[in-house]
T-cell receptor
Framework: GEDVEQSLFLSVREGDSSVINCTYT??????LYWYKQEPGAGLQLLTY?????DMKQDQRLTVLLNKKDKHLSLRIADTQTGDSAIYFC?????????????FGTGTRLQVTL | DAGVTQSPTHLIKTRGQQVTLRCSPK?????VSWYQQALGQGPQFIFQ???????QRGNFPDRFSGHQFPNYSSELNVNALLLGDSALYLC????????????FGSGTRLTVV
């Protein structure tokens, strides 16, 4: 079955880079996602990567995918206090009619001054 | 352009009661998925509706049921509420073209006492 794992907590200083890691098990995943959740809010899609890519960059965000090791990472450059939130990695199987997302437990990012 | 809207935002119910949560998808989206997010956990897939039918279901008991209307809006019903049903319930919609366009609502916080 599908399983997604993330470390629970990461603390970085403002201005530094943050790297949040994720491992997944489902080799049929077609897309991998990063979502951000602020307190009391829903999920905000940050970025996604198709499973046949190994890197995607979007402004301050860089996603790296190692499909062989089933490892996904999100790098946030120049981390700001507004980046403090919980970050969820999710894998999506969009083959056929199946299109559910399987989420990790989330990584809480704390940005300190 | 309104995103995904959910109602109510908060709800308190007594164990054994029944509850109905509502979701209006983003304009142009025709597929609605429901997720349960327990405190400190990642969202768990409940089910997905497309063309007014349940297309896929996660590992949730039959107490959880849903409906999709011709205007693509959806309801999630939970019968015989248990204390363990207390969670944030998230609705996500996606467009006809593919699942990677998921947009999440802000959720309904259900507390069962």
């Amino acid at each position: 079955g599908e399983d997604v794992e993330q470390s629970l907590f990461l603390s970085v200083r403002e201005g530094d880079s943050s790297v949040i890691n994720c491992t997944y098990t489902d080799s049929s995943s077609t897309y991998l996602y990063w979502y951000k959740q602020e307190p009391g809010a829903g999920l905000q899609l940050l970025t996604y990567i198709f499973s046949n890519m190994d890197m995607k960059q979007d402004q301050r965000l860089t996603v790296l995918l190692n499909k062989k090791d089933k490892h996904l990472s999100l790098r946030i450059a120049d981390t700001q206090t507004g980046d403090s939130a919980i970050y969820f990695c999710a894998e999506g199987d969009h083959t056929g009619t199946a299109s559910k997302l399987t989420f990790g437990t989330g990584t809480r990012l704390q940005v300190t001054l | 352009d309104a995103g995904v809207t959910q109602s109510p935002t908060h709800l308190i119910k007594t164990r054994g009661q029944q509850v109905t949560l509502r979701c209006s998808p983003k304009s142009g989206h025709d597929t609605v998925s429901w997720y349960q997010q327990a405190l400190g956990q990642g969202p768990q897939f409940i089910f997905q509706y497309y063309e007014e039918e349940e297309r896929q279901r996660g590992n949730f008991p039959d107490r959880f049921s849903g409906h999709q209307f011709p205007n693509y809006s959806s309801e999630l019903n939970v019968n015989a509420l248990l204390l363990g049903d207390s969670a944030l319930y998230l609705c996500a919609s996606s467009p006809p073209t593919g699942g990677y366009g998921y947009t999440f609502g802000s959720g309904t916080r259900l507390t069962v006492v």
